[in-house]
């Protein structure tokens, strides 16, 4: 005789259904959060990098031929990638939050810059800058935009924080939402185990089907939370990168190995919150009988 | 103290000591219970609604745990016990619910089987057993039923049959044939006194049923209002 044994806890009813629309949602939104956080994160590590390697150098009382006999003084310094003079473009550029889209009207002097991109310390560079100057006969003096970097890294530094403070949320969140969502729909299981325990099943037996059960299910709706994630990012990726004028302040979102990890250690995350839930649940409810 | 095992034959299958129960803050359900139970005996327990009868035999078949005195089984105090010890205990008592908790993603054949499968038996080990049992309680046409396509008695012999299957030392029932007509409330209860007799089986019945108490003539325990006023301490040879 042939006799099919169902599991002792019935398949998923649709508080269980609930559960997983719950951790995939959560899962879903960890994710992405994490991603943008780090994406946000590296762009403020870029960002602040490029604003602390640049200065800029004001020549004065030379010429044009001057100032780039000075550049290349500058270039040849050890921890300098690049110096060179900027043009009257660029000038034009640069002023034009002072002089508007008219550009510098006709008749007024232009500073002779220098622009440098250098890597380390640009403090202890520009003394050398311009004690490399004074001493080729230059009149010159280097600026490191100090204030204007110290705001930039201050402003980036709680850019950071907040990212990694909103995914700490977030995640403590997510964990605190899947085990009480859990919680709940054990408690509706509970003549199950009163009906387990009274049938002589030992706590760990009960423990492990609700276990077994919750960490399967949260799995399940964390893949899918995290796949939902993998496909928002990969949207915006893909549009940031064929977008014509990508910004240097929007988070850098890319799917590297670090993305994919955190991919898949979410649902593993949201599974074992589930799980967690699931043991001190039914042991709790265990223990609360003889 | 004993292992947990075969029953000393001069100890007490169920033994109570000064037993009060009470749940929160209300008053004593239970209140000084002495009971005396050896091995092989069979007994009813009788009294009004409210007169405690559940709440004694929920002690005995170890859902709660009483608020005073002391509870032995086979000679075993259960309060020293472990948590896995009451639950090797709990296999040696056999419980027909009134309210018969059946589980109703099970068929009738996995309900049945459900003290075996929680113990770790295998399918194959205990399948011809169950179905012998499934077919003696008449539902042998329903083996594959579940609990909510059954009818109130079919429950009800269901339960027994899951009560039974253990062959337990103990088997404690809770008002067993109140969805049952008389003829199968006769048979049921001939099937209890042929497993007090042929297995030793130390059974306590509630029931309200005075016709069946009658008939059978076994010792009664009497509840009102949380005391044991009558036949507290039966000795049967």
Known sequence: MNIKMNPLLPESDAREAALFFVVAALCFLAVLATLVARGTYTAAEAW????????????????????????????????????HVLTDDELDELLSPSFGPGGIPDGIPLPLLIAVDAEGDTTALAAEIDATLAEAGVNGRADTHSAYAAEVRKALGTLRIAAIGTVLLLTMTAISVIAFATHAALLARKDIVDVLHLAGAEDRFIARLFERRFWLLGLKAGAAGSVAALAVTAIIVFSAQSSSAPSELLPKLSLDQWDLIILAVSPIAGALAARIAARVTVGRSLRSSL | MTQAGAPLATEPAVELNGVSLRYDTADDILTDIDIRLKPGTFNFLTGPSGAGKSSLLKLLYLAHAPTSGEVRLFGQRTADMSRNQLSALRRRIGVVFQDFRLLDHLTAFENVALPLRVSGEKPEDYRDEVVDLVRWVGLGERIHAFPPALSGGEQQRLAIARALINKPDILIADEPTGNVDPDMARRIFRLFIELNRRLNTTVIIATHDMHIIRE??????????????????????
């Not at chain 1, 604003?51 to 044009?64: A, F, I, K, N």
């Not at chain 2, 059978?216 to 209002?225: M, N, R």
């Open chain 2, 216 to 237: 059978f003539k076994a010792p009664v325990l009497k509840l009102q209002d949380g005391l044991l006023f009558a036949d507290t301490a039966y000795e049967q040879a």
């Open chain 1, 48 to 83: 602040t990098a490029q604003v602390e390697g640049e200065m800029t150098v004001l020549v004065s009382d030379t010429d044009r031929r001057g100032a780039e006999t000075a550049a290349e003084l500058i270039e040849a310094l050890p921890g300098v990638e690049r110096a």
